[in-house]
């Protein structure tokens, strides 16, 4: 059973405006939650995380919103540029501290 | 330059041909796991390793083989592959286990006919 969930496999939007990536949790004892961006023929690079004792973490264009109750985090991108054109994973860290558990993903392409 | 380096880029191996694809980080780090990406599927956990002479199993380990004798190698070892094998790899590590974002390698495509 997936314990993390992307449920948009895709999502587009034009140059400029705001990019908002989708990620919900089934684990309620998962306490650390990651970003990681994909570009074709390369690794997956760490873009920014959260720790569930905050809501809210920025980084330039890029915010990590976290609602633990509804287990839900949320990557918003604004302003949103070609070059973000990639496939987003959202991830958890798993109570062990032995792997990040990651969702299927979300492919993001911005028009110029 | 910081990074970790997996070898080879591209492989096509027939069944049952034993194969290693390598994995070295040059950061010191303790951890190192390897993931494979299949469609659909996203990144599932194949093997860990939480330091030297210290592996342990991920969600999908079977069919896989891994070493850790020294802190900056993790080998992916294939002792018979088969076609369900055919995936794209990456191998990863990171100071901890999960508490910092994993430097992950540039992925390995294996195809196995």
């Known amino acids: 059973d997936q314990q993390v969930k992307q449920n948009s496999p895709s999502l587009s939007v034009q140059e400029g405006r705001i990019s908002i990536l989708n990620c919900d949790y089934t684990?309620?004892?998962?306490?650390?939650f990651l970003w990681y961006k994909k570009y074709p023929a390369e690794g997956p690079t760490f873009l920014i995380s959260i720790s569930s004792i905050k809501d809210k973490n920025e980084d330039g264009r890029f915010t990590v919103f976290l609602n633990k109750s509804a287990k839900h985090l949320s990557l918003h991108i604004v302003p949103s540029q070609p070059g973000d054109s990639a496939v987003y994973f959202c991830?958890?860290?798993?109570?062990?501290?032995?792997?990040?558990?990651f969702g299927k993903g979300t492919t993001l392409s911005v028009s110029s | 330059e910081a990074q970790v380096t997996q070898n080879p880029r591209y492989l096509i191996t027939v069944t049952g041909k034993k194969l290693t694809v390598t994995c070295s980080q040059n950061?010191?780090?303790?951890?190192m796991s390897w993931y494979r990406q299949d469609p659909g599927l996203g990144l599932r956990q194949i093997y860990y390793?939480?330091?030297?002479?210290?592996?342990d199993k991920g969600d999908v380990p079977e069919g896989y083989k891994v070493s850790r004798k020294e802190k900056r190698n993790f080998p992916l070892i294939l002792e018979s592959p088969s076609p369900n094998q055919t995936s794209l790899y990456f191998c990863?590590?990171?100071?901890?286990?999960?508490?910092?974002?994993?430097?992950f390698g540039s992925g390995t495509r294996l195809t196995v006919v």
């Open positions: 991830a958890a860290k798993n109570q062990a501290g032995t792997a990040l558990i």
């Open positions: 390793s939480m330091n030297v002479e210290v592996t």
């Open positions: 950061m010191n780090h303790e951890y």
């Open positions: 990863a590590s990171s100071y901890t286990g999960g508490s910092y974002g994993y430097t």
């Open positions: 684990n309620s004892m998962f306490d650390y």
